[in-house]
Structure formats: C-alpha cells, structure tokens
C-alpha cells in the first residue's frame, strides 16, 4: 500500500530506473543500493515495500544509528570515521567504504567482539582526489592483499566513486581502470563478487562498463537525497 503522494511518485520513479538498468545489463544482475542520506525511514521502507529494490545505503554513522530498523538490509557507503565503528558494525551488511589501514584494524577488532566477519568493499580512488577517500589503482592490490591477514574482515570486492566534473571519456578511464582491479581480485581471491560503481549520474555507464553494484541516491528520491 503506497500511503502517500510523494511515496508515489518515487516508487514510479525507482520502476523506471529498473527498466533501464535492466536494458543496460543485458541480462547480468545488477544490485541496486538506494543511497538515502537525508531520506526519511518511512520513506525508504515505503519504497522497499513496493519495489524489488531491499538495500539501503547510508554515507553517515550517525544518521544509520537513527534510521537503522532490523526490517532494512544496510549498508555503509560514506567514509567512515574509525571512532564510529563501534556503533554500526552490527547493524550493516557491507561496509563499502574501507580506504585505509587503521580503519581496516578497527573494523575487525569491533567484529571481533560480535563474533562476526565484516564484508568489506575496497574503496578505490580511480580519479585520484586529494579530497576523496579510497586507495590509488596502483595501490589496490597490496591493499587487498593486506585485508586477507585479519580474521574478522572479509573482502567481497571493491567501491569506486569518480569524479564529478570529467568527461564521458575521462569517467570510462576511471571505469575501466576498476573493472580491471575487479577481474584481478576476482583471479586472485575466493568471494569477490562486488564492483559498486556507478550513481544517478552515470549508473548506466558504470553498468555497461562490468558494474555489477550501483548506488543512485536522486535517480530515485529526487531532491530528497542528496
């Protein structure tokens, strides 16, 4: 039951996006995570109840903490601040987001502590911003090789955020660039399913470039998210 105007009008915007991404994937399963920050719980739960779309994802520790509802599949997908750890490792699928050692040291330590292996994606930084979070291509695999010595971490791919004002051709380099740090980890390790890339920006680009994992956020809520 769609209980409200605004509710309608996204849920018919998020159908919409499915028909396209199906016609992008060419029959490959793609996982949509509907990025929510600034989105309301009974907004995404609306949405979750009345479209194939069942993961959130958040880019901030505090606002998960006050949406977070056990009925949601979450996922992490902003930087993360080691200190805010402690208060989301239970409460996520995935953290997507993992773009340093120290983070990496601490997220098994807490999973450690509830006895759970934490999924992690490798955030790679394909455009090489300063201001941007996510190890250099270069750096990846040592990266991942590094993941592989803590218990409570498991790796299921990576993450990858591009810059915003590139060129279509520029944003398929940084494409390009993640699909093949992807194949080779895929080579490499056993359980890597994931490459997240592509929001509502250029998730049909990303998809056509091996993206198996998008995170549109106003593709789907409009100016609610952003």
């Known amino acids: 039951m769609i209980n409200s105007v605004m509710g309608k009008v996204e849920i018919e915007r998020a159908l919409r996006l499915l028909e396209e991404i199906k016609k992008a994937a060419a029959g490959r399963e793609i996982e949509i995570v509907a990025a929510t920050k600034t989105v309301s719980f009974e907004t995404i739960k609306e949405l979750f109840d009345n479209t194939p779309?069942?993961?959130?994802?958040?880019?901030r520790a505090q606002e998960l903490m006050q949406k977070y509802h056990p009925s949601v599949l979450w996922d992490f997908i902003?930087?993360?601040?080691?200190n805010k750890v402690k208060?989301?490792?239970?409460?996520?699928?995935?953290i997507q987001s993992l773009d340093r050692r120290n983070l990496l040291e601490t997220i098994n330590k807490e999973a450690a502590k509830h006895n759970k292996v934490q999924d992690v994606l490798l955030q790679i930084n394909t455009g090489k911003e300063e201001v941007k979070g996510g190890v250099n291509p270069e750096e990846a695999l040592?990266?991942?090789?590094?993941i592989q010595n803590y218990a409570n971490v498991r790796l299921k791919g990576i993450m990858a955020v591009t810059p915003l004002d590139i060129s279509v051709s520029e944003r398929q380099k940084c494409f390009d660039t993640a699909y093949g740090i992807f194949a080779q980890l895929k080579q490499s390790y056993k359980g890597i399913e994931y490459?997240?890339?592509g929001m509502s920006n250029d998730y049909i680009q990303a998809i056509e470039s091996g993206a198996n994992m998008i995170?549109?956020?106003r593709a789907i809520f409009g100016e609610r998210a952003y």
Request: glycine share 10%; hydrophobic share 40%; proline share 3%.
């Open 87 to 94: 208060y989301i490792i239970d409460k996520v699928r995935l």
């Open 195 to 197: 490459l997240s890339m």
């Open 53 to 59: 779309i069942k993961v959130a994802g958040e880019n």
């Open 142 to 146: 040592e990266a991942a090789s590094a």
């Open 215 to 217: 995170r549109p956020g």
């Open 78 to 82: 902003g930087r993360l601040q080691t």
